[in-house]
């Protein structure tokens, strides 16, 4: 059994990857917590309470973050926090689940304390909350593993390509939101990284294919939203491929790096770099097989619950 706490901001990859983990039968998920990303607070706690008692799983908490980025004023277009806050269509009825009034650190704890388990720390956001947990250092010992989305890894970004309102063509949304925030996650942390960035991602695209072969096959909960959310040709699965790498690495090439963030300038502001001859920080995710990818992904999100994966 994995036992994990999901740091989330909530965008339709988010969902997907929620789902997978929601799903998956040796995944122990104690909480949840909202990170400053493409949902608003508020809203990210709102739909994650809806989703976990639509799919019967009222027990996991689910904590609000940090409103804003540590430092900058970095956000993701209006239009798409507006989608994010919306939850993209999906339509899920109301809920009497009421948010935690712990914060990710006082989770942390509060797991070691009554199970004396180490978790990973699954972060699909920009790294806001799980920052604010290093800093505390207190805590380091009780945290297994930092398992993160995010970055691009001496190759192209994603945030100008996407919105070219922002002139910043290295930076990957994620540690673009919060540059210092991931800065202070690979230089203090002393943790053990797996990074799954662009790099790997982009081996993952939603096709035309996938979506339809979804369509033929989808018989669960799980599988009907993610076949909603689905973009044929205009997204990747970036956060589900983190879900199904931390279940299956078999599907991810790992290599060992020293990753710098530069949190300097709007132009570079959350630029991954891979620095040479020092000493690796991170087992980063250079490369992913799309086809494994798809198949561990489908046989999770649609399988009967009263089945256990062997």
Same mark, same amino acid.
């Given at each position: 059994m994995i036992s994990i706490i999901i740091d989330t901001d909530v965008g339709y990859d988010?969902?997907? @990857?929620?789902? !997978?983990?929601? %799903?998956? =039968?040796?995944?122990?998920?104690?909480?949840?917590?909202?990170?400053?990303?493409?949902?608003?607070?508020?809203?990210?706690?709102?739909?994650?309470?809806?989703?976990?008692?639509?799919?019967?799983?009222?027990?996991?908490?689910?904590?609000?973050?940090?409103?804003?980025?540590?430092?900058?004023?970095?956000?993701?277009?209006?239009?798409?926090?507006?989608?994010? @806050?919306?939850? !993209?269509?999906? %339509?899920? =009825?109301?809920?009497?689940?009421?948010?935690?009034?712990?914060?990710?650190?006082?989770?942390?704890?509060?797991?070691?304390?009554?199970?004396?388990?180490?978790?990973?720390?699954v972060g699909l956001g920009p790294l806001t909350n799980i920052a604010q947990v290093i800093q505390d250092q207190t805590l380091n010992e009780f945290i297994e593993g930092l398992y993160i989305m995010g970055g691009a890894v001496d190759i192209p970004g994603n945030v100008g390509t996407e919105y070219p309102d922002i002139p910043n063509f290295v930076s990957e949304w994620n540690f673009f939101i919060d540059p210092q925030a991931a800065e202070i996650v690979f230089s203090e942390s002393g943790i053990p990284i797996t990074l799954i960035?662009?790099?790997?991602?982009?081996?993952?695209?939603?096709?035309?294919?996938?979506?339809?072969?979804?369509a033929k096959i989808k018989r669960t909960k799980e599988i009907e939203i993610v076949y909603q959310l689905l973009n044929p040709n205009v997204s990747y699965f970036w956060d589900e491929l983190a879900a199904v790498a931390l279940t299956n690495p078999e599907i991810i090439t790992l290599e060992n790096h020293h990753i710098n963030v530069i949190t300097e300038k709007i132009t570079h502001a959350g630029w991954t770099r891979s620095i040479k001859n020092k000493k690796p920080n991170a087992l980063v995710a250079m490369d992913a097989d799309p086809l494994k990818f798809e198949l561990q992904y489908i046989k999770i999100l649609n399988q009967d619950s009263n089945k256990t994966l062997m």
């Open positions: 988010d969902i997907g @990857a929620l789902l !997978y983990l929601l %799903k998956h =039968p040796r995944i122990k998920i104690h909480g949840i917590s909202i990170s400053c990303g493409i949902t608003y607070i508020e809203a990210g706690v709102n739909n994650v309470l809806k989703l976990l008692d639509y799919l019967e799983k009222k027990t996991i908490l689910v904590i609000p973050g940090k409103e804003k980025p540590l430092f900058v004023n970095h956000s993701f277009p209006k239009k798409w926090r507006e989608r994010s @806050a919306q939850f !993209y269509g999906i %339509k899920l =009825p109301s809920t009497t689940l009421q948010p935690s009034r712990m914060n990710l650190s006082e989770l942390i704890y509060s797991v070691w304390n009554l199970t004396q388990e180490k978790v990973f720390i960035p662009l790099n790997a991602t982009n081996r993952v695209p939603h096709t035309e294919e996938f979506r339809n072969k979804v």
